[in-house]
Structures are given as C-alpha cells and as structure tokens.
C-alpha cells in the first residue's frame, strides 16, 4: 500500500504514450502557450474531472475547484482563479458545473455537525434557506437534494456576476458569458440549467458597478 501511489506515475508514462502517438508535437506545442476559452468551477470531487467529461484535451479549460463549486467574495484562491481567467487569459465562457449526489451539498441539508467544514458549508445553507419554500416542499429526500445542487450552481453562477472585475470586462465587451451545468454520477450527462448571462442584470442593481470615467 505504501508504493499505491506510484500507479500514477505508470499512468503519466501511459498518457504521454498514448497522446504523442496521436499528436507527436503535443508536448511541445502545450508549452508554449495557454489559450483556453473555458474556465470551469467545479466540484472538487474526484469524479468529476473538467476535461474527461467534456471530452476535451489539456490547455482547453482552466479550472478552479472546491468543495460544492462555491463562489463567495472571501475564497481569495478563487477569485484569483477567476480573475487570471478573464483579465489575463480572456475566457469567452465561464462554466458553474456542479453535480448530482454531492456530499457538500447534502451535508449542507443536514443539521449534522462536520466540525471544520461546518463554516465552508454555511455558504451552501444560506443558499437553501433563500429557497426553503421550494425545497421544503420536496417530499422525496433525492429530489430535494437535486433540485438544491440545481438552485446552488445558479446561485455561485450569480454571484460571479457580482464580483467587480468581471463586471468590468462586461463593461468593455460581451464576454465572459456564465453557464450554469450539473453533471449526473449515474449516467455522465451534463444538464445545462438555461440560466447564462452576460451582465450584471441577473443581479439585484445593488450588486452592480459603475464604469470608471
């Protein structure tokens, strides 16, 4: 068990095999730039991999993940992410992928204690106290917690639409266009929730910047 780990360095030997045998100049041409035109905000489960199930190649997708793929004003990690994204690489889109059956999210539904955890998930809480009418009216304990990671992904969606910098790119142009996706465990389908924007009008006005003069 002590050696498992090394499984992976046989699978990164695998990988350069198999891709260098379809793209010889793969390695060579990835070092020297990243364009991509996708940043994802996912959930930092292990069965959700950004470019896997997209069927997409590395360089195609920059990616910030957590814990139920939550976008609060104080993840200096993530705002990092995000601004990086849209201010140095200049991604056209940004995707919110959350997923059916995560454990965040069910945790957050709960009134168990998780110790440490217990203040990231409180984000997640506020999301369903927002929407309790709707979700308490759930009789079935599945769809309650499906219809939650739905209403979470369009909530983190929005409140991308609130940080300053991105305003700020909308200021200047149409893009970054937000979506709002989840991912199923059972089938490996992503469901688009129709809900993308481009303006801080699927905001409260309150949330919104005035252009620099």
Not at 16 to 45: A, Y
Not at 76 to 87: I, T, W
Request: glycine share 6%.
């Amino acid at each position: 068990m002590a050696d498992q780990h090394k499984a992976l360095l046989e699978g990164n030997k695998q990988f350069i095999q198999n891709i260098t045998k379809v793209d010889p100049d793969f390695f060579s041409k990835l070092s020297h730039q990243q364009k991509p035109e996708f940043l994802w905000i996912g959930c930092s489960d292990s069965r959700v991999p950004a470019t896997e199930i997209t069927n997409t190649s590395p360089g195609s997708i920059f990616v910030g993940r957590n814990i139920a793929n939550v976008v609060v004003n104080t993840d200096l990690n993530l705002l990092s992410v995000v601004y990086y994204a849209v201010k140095v690489l200049k991604v056209k889109h940004i995707i919110v992928c959350g997923h059916y059956g995560c454990g965040g999210v069910k945790a957050a539904m709960s009134n168990e204690s998780f110790g440490f955890l217990d203040n990231w998930l409180l984000n997640l809480k506020d999301v369903y106290k927002n929407h309790s009418k709707e979700l308490n009216g759930l009789v079935d304990e599945e769809d309650r917690l499906d219809r939650f990671v739905e209403l979470n992904v369009i909530e983190q969606a929005k409140n991308l639409a609130k940080i300053s910098f991105v305003q700020e790119e909308w200021q200047q142009g149409e893009f970054p266009f937000i979506h709002s996706w989840v991912y199923s465990l059972k089938d490996g389908n992503i469901k688009d929730l129709e809900c993308s924007f481009n303006s801080a009008d699927a905001v409260n006005s309150i949330y919104g910047y005035k252009a620099e003069e």
